[in-house]
C-alpha cells in the first residue's frame, strides 16, 4: 500500500481538522509535530505503559503533521521556506521516533541503522527529483504515510506482545520486525525512486 497516493482524497477530512489550527502559524504547527516526533520516541525507549501512550503522542504528531501545510495553502501562506521547513523537521521527527525504537530493548542498533538509512533515502530520492525540475516523487512501496500507519499499528502489538525470541541472532519483537521491514522496503523503494527519476530525466 501506498498512502501517499491519496492525499487527495484526505483533503475532505483535513479541512475540517484544520479549521481550529487557522490563526496558529504553520511552521509553529510544524514544531508541534517535531515535539510529540520527539515525545513519541522518548516514551517509547522508556517502555512499560508509556508504550501505550507513546502510541497517542505519534497520533498527535501525525495529525500536526498533515494540517501544517493544509493551513498554509488555506491562508495563502505557502512558501519555499515554508516547505523547507517542513521537510527538514519531518526528517528530524523520523529519526526521533526511530531512534526511540532502535535504543530500546525490544530491538537491534545494527537492525534500526538499516533502517535509518532506508528511510532517509526513499525521502531524499523522493525531493532530489523536485530538485531536478521534475515532480515530486511518490512511488514506490513504503512512502512517509505508510510508515506511520505501520508505526501505529507495531507500537499497539509491541505494547500487547512481551514476549520475544532470537533467530539467527535476529530478535524478534514486533518493533525489530517493523524496522527490518522498513529497511528492506525503504531501501527498495529509494530505488525504485531513484530509477523512475533517472528515466524521467531522458537520455543523457
Do not use: E
Amino acid at each position: 500500500m501506498v498512502l501517499d497516493s491519496y492525499r487527495s482524497t484526505a483533503d475532505k477530512f483535513l479541512i475540517p481538522l484544520s479549521k481550529p489550527f487557522m490563526k496558529i502559524n504553520p511552521n509553529t504547527i510544524s514544531l508541534f509535530s517535531l515535539i510529540f516526533a520527539g515525545l513519541t520516541g522518548l516514551l517509547f525507549y522508556l517502555g512499560g505503559v508509556l508504550i501505550l501512550v507513546s502510541f497517542a503522542t505519534l497520533v498527535l504528531s501525525a495529525l500536526f503533521d498533515a494540517i501544517d501545510g493544509k493551513v498554509a495553502r488555506l491562508r495563502n501562506l505557502s512558501s519555499k521556506k515554508g516547505d523547507l521547513m517542513d521537510h527538514v523537521l519531518d526528517r528530524y521527527s523520523d529519526i526521533l521516533i526511530m531512534l526511540g525504537f532502535i535504543f530500546s530493548v525490544h530491538a537491534q542498533v545494527w537492525i534500526g541503522l538499516l533502517a535509518v538509512i532506508g528511510v532517509l533515502l526513499t525521502s531524499y530520492m523522493g525531493v532530489q527529483s523536485q530538485a531536478l525540475g521534475l515532480k515530486r516523487n511518490y512511488s514506490g512501496i513504503l512512502g512517509r504515510a505508510d510508515r506511520l500507519v505501520f508505526m501505529l499499528i507495531f507500537i499497539l502489538l509491541q505494547f500487547f506482545i512481551s514476549y520475544h525470541f532470537v533467530i539467527y541472532g535476529v530478535l524478534i519483537t514486533p518493533i525489530n520486525v517493523l524496522l527490518i521491514w522498513f529497511a528492506i522496503a525503504g531501501n527498495i523503494t529509494a530505488v525504485m525512486r531513484f530509477r523512475d527519476t533517472y528515466s524521467a530525466l531522458g537520455p543523457s
